[in-house]
């Protein structure tokens, strides 16, 4: 909380002259607020907390998994580590750190007074500390946490599962919900609160990017709670929806779950792509090269990743024509995602570039993210993926495409955004040497795995044959490393929220966009009359 | 869409109803959808006979012509679903059939323990193409079997493999897994007494 405080104070101060009341005092300004910037703040807080938790839990395992045998904790804990990490990163880390921008930026970026639905908004922030506590408690109750993969398949979730499982569904419920209040908000905001004169294609990229995500939400976000719903009746209510015995299908549940799932992990990148776009645009000095190809693609991005959910269940027994399919669709995906790195690096060519941290953490983005498409690619060829197919290979795909994906999207975000929200300039020093650490840590921990998954390592084992020892050596020593780092982080933006060199209204010269207009820090209200778009 | 931009525009207080209306609408629908996809899967596999799963009572007692030309493998497995004690196994393992004849095999069970028990076997046929081309007259699996302790049972299967089997197969498995319904007895009379439809057998 103590972080809390200092994180808005700078926020807080500068315009208790305005005619509007500033924000409550207290405790209370917290729970009650109704406010953007505010909720914004709890959401990145809230989620860079998760991120430290789910982290720990991945420095757990890395551990133990840093010389072969059982040194540290038993299998039955390691199995609980992978889920809850799995879990927490997703819904908990980087799910939440998007919304947060979203309030943040948002309203900012389309001359909108606040969110549309302020109230909303409050109860959906508050709803997702209740659901990781209900999480997170399942560590400490009888026969421990969730087991069973972050994927939780049926019947290992169902008739193999921890008695805390109904826990666990029930913090899914709550996470669901509060997606889902989420992402309601987000459309209403930017359907009914974009200022006069801004058309849907004068809209900034990462409001496109929010839409569409804000779209795949409330497609999906109701059939994994549906998913979840079917789980409880099968554990207590002697319903049998993936039992076989009782007539039921484990298939289905897996089918049901990617249903969710692939959407999933587009919601997890495409608010990235939207930052990014904006970042690359903003340390090149110049306009965003395809402005309309990019809000296309990720249309197209979107609609696509409701078709090729099979593509994770290749070896679960897909008749060849539905293998054919789901290869090609997948593949097909890799287009529009081209479509989209072509024009970040057309952006860059010729340009004036400079290297702050935001840019460094962008570039970065580009390179690794690709990376990780090309490993889906491989996957995505059924014939090759029965020998890929849990194994660490589809680890590090993910990993490429979540940590230089998703999480530098969020880091690179965070410092473009930081002097305009705290009105100070974080240093910059420590900010490279904290892209510089992450980046060689995050490589030398996840591509060394790559060559453990053709060589024909599982994944989610405490426990490995003696020819990979050497890798998930290196692996482990740059997961410390990059755990480590992240405390820098910590540091540099705390450190920036208490003070440092002031920010003018615009920090960067190339940056573009109505956020840049208002003063630094951003006051606590803004737009109250809506600004003139040319 | 774009009423926020007009001077006309609705109040965003009504507006923002309408999204939510909508939102909602996309919610509520997508959640009956994730049910929906338990019907709609099982309808999906009889229809396209992929996942194995075979069909219910098959009513004419012969399709017709037999084909003596061409014979057909069939082999038979049994398997214990977890926690299932019983010895399981087929009396034929495997039999050269063919197609169009009704053929008539059984499988042996016993319950070795001491106190009754009821089991339920769940068939799966591969490869699955075949799965729409294998009919069963008769089979153990449409009902559950109670077995007192000690008791021991021939069940008999009945089927026929249909003339218009596709030629490239030449060989099916049917497998069977036996899962124990004892406890579920009480509670609901005939199995699935859940989500599924589909009545296997
Ligand atoms: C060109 C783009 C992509 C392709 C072709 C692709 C393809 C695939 C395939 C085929 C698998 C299944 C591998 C297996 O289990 O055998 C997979 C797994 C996965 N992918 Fe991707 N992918 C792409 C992009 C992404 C993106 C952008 C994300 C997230 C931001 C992502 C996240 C994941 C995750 C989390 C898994 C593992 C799920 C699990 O089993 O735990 N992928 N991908
Ligand atoms: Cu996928």
Redesign the interface.
């Given at each position: 909380m103590a972080v809390t405080g200092v994180f808005m104070s700078a926020v807080a101060d500068t315009h208790s002259q305005e005619h509007h009341h500033g924000p409550a005092k207290g405790i209370s300004r917290w729970l009650l607020t109704t406010n953007h910037k505010d909720i914004g703040s709890m959401y990145l807080i809230f989620s860079f907390a998760m991120f430290l938790l789910g982290g720990s839990m991945a420095m757990v395992i890395r551990a133990e998994l840093f010389q072969p045998g059982l040194q540290i904790v038993q299998p039955e804990f390691f199995n609980q580590m992978t889920t809850m990490h799995g879990l927490i990163m997703v819904f908990g880390a980087v799910m939440p750190a998007f919304v947060g921008l979203a309030n943040w930026m948002l309203p900012l970026m389309i001359g909108a007074p606040d969110m549309?639905?302020p109230r909303m908004n409050n109860w959906s922030f508050w709803l997702l500390p209740c659901a990781f506590l209900i999480l997170v408690s399942t560590l400490f109750m009888e026969g421990g946490a969730p087991n069973f993969g972050w994927t939780f398949y049926a019947p290992l979730s169902t008739?193999y599962g921890p008695p805390s499982t109904t826990f666990f569904i029930f913090a899914i419920h709550i996470m669901g919900v509060s997606s889902?209040m989420g992402?309601?908000n987000i459309?209403?905001t930017i359907?009914?609160?974009?200022a006069?004169?801004?058309?849907?294609m004068k809209m900034p990229l990462f409001v496109w990017t929010w839409l569409i995500t804000a779209f795949l939400l409330?497609?999906?976000?109701?059939?994994?709670?549906?998913?979840v719903t079917?789980m409880l009746?099968?554990i207590n209510f002697?319903?049998?929806?993936f039992?076989?015995?009782?007539?039921?299908?484990p298939?289905?549940f897996q089918?049901?779950f990617w249903?969710f799932g692939h959407p999933e992990v587009y919601i997890m990148i495409l608010p990235a792509f939207g930052a990014i776009s904006h970042i690359v645009s903003a340390f090149s000095r110049k306009p965003l090269f395809g402005y309309a190809s990019m809000v296309y693609a990720v249309g197209a991005i979107a609609l696509l990743s409701f078709i090729v959910w099979a593509h994770h269940m290749f070896t679960v027994?897909v008749?060849l024509a539905?293998q054919l399919f789901f290869m090609y669709a997948t593949m097909l995906i890799a287009v529009p995602t081209g479509v989209k790195v072509f024009n970040w690096v057309t952006t860059m060519f010729r340009g004036s570039l400079t290297f702050e941290a935001p840019m460094l953490f962008a570039v970065a983005f580009i390179i690794l993210f690709s990376i990780g498409g090309f490993s889906g690619l491989m996957l995505a060829i059924a014939p090759a993926d029965f020998q890929y197919h849990d194994t660490y290979f589809v680890v590090a795909h993910f990993h490429y495409v979540l940590v230089p994906g998703a999480i530098f999207g969020i880091f690179a975000s965070a410092y473009f955004w930081l002097p305009k929200w705290t009105g100070h300039m974080y240093d910059e020093t420590l900010a490279k040497t904290h892209f510089w650490l992450s980046f060689i840590g995050m490589n030398l921990a996840f591509f060394p795995m790559h060559f453990l998954g053709l060589a024909g390592m599982p994944r989610r084992i405490p426990d490995y044959a003696l020819q990979f020892a050497d890798f998930n050596m290196v692996s482990s020593i740059g997961a410390f490393m990059f755990g480590a780092t992240q405390l820098l982080f910590l540091f540099i933006v705390v450190k920036c929220a208490r003070g440092g060199e002031k920010a003018p209204a615009k920090p960067w010269d190339g940056a573009e966009g109505l956020e840049w207009t208002l003063p630094s820090p951003a006051p606590y209200h803004t737009f109250t009359t809506p600004p003139d778009i040319k | 869409m774009a009423d926020a931009n007009s001077d006309t525009s609705p109040t965003p207080r009504r507006s923002n109803r309408r999204v939510i209306a909508w939102c909602m609408t996309g919610v509520v629908g997508m959640f009956a959808f994730g049910f929906a996809l338990v019907p709609l899967y099982d309808v999906f596999c009889e229809i396209t006979g992929i996942n194995g799963k075979t069909g219910g009572r098959y009513e004419a007692s012969s399709t017709g012509q037999v084909d003596a030309d061409r014979t057909v493998t069939v082999q038979f497995l049994a398997s214990n679903g977890p926690g299932m004690s019983w010895e399981f196994r087929p009396v034929t393992r495997s039999i050269k059939v063919h197609p169009g004849e009704p053929v008539t095999v059984n499988f042996f069970a016993q319950n070795p323990g001491d106190t009754p028990m009821v089991g339920q076997a769940v068939p799966s046929l591969s490869p699955s193409e075949g799965t729409p081309y294998f009919h069963k007259t008769e089979c153990f699996c449409f009902n559950q079997q109670p077995l007192e302790a000690g008791e021991s049972t021939e069940m008999p299967l009945v089927f026929i493999v249909d003339p218009e089997l596709p030629e490239y197969i030449t060989k099916l498995t049917l497998s069977y897994t036996l899962y124990d319904q004892s406890q579920h007895i009480e509670v609901s009379g005939p199995v699935g007494a859940g989500a599924s439809t589909n009545k296997n057998g």
């Open positions: 549309a639905l008739t889902i992402a309601i459309i209403a359907m009914n609160l974009r006069p004169g801004m058309t849907l409330i497609a999906v976000m109701p059939v994994l709670a549906g998913a079917m009746m099968d002697g319903t049998s929806f039992d076989a015995s009782g007539g039921g299908d298939v289905l089918h049901v249903f027994g008749p539905g | -």
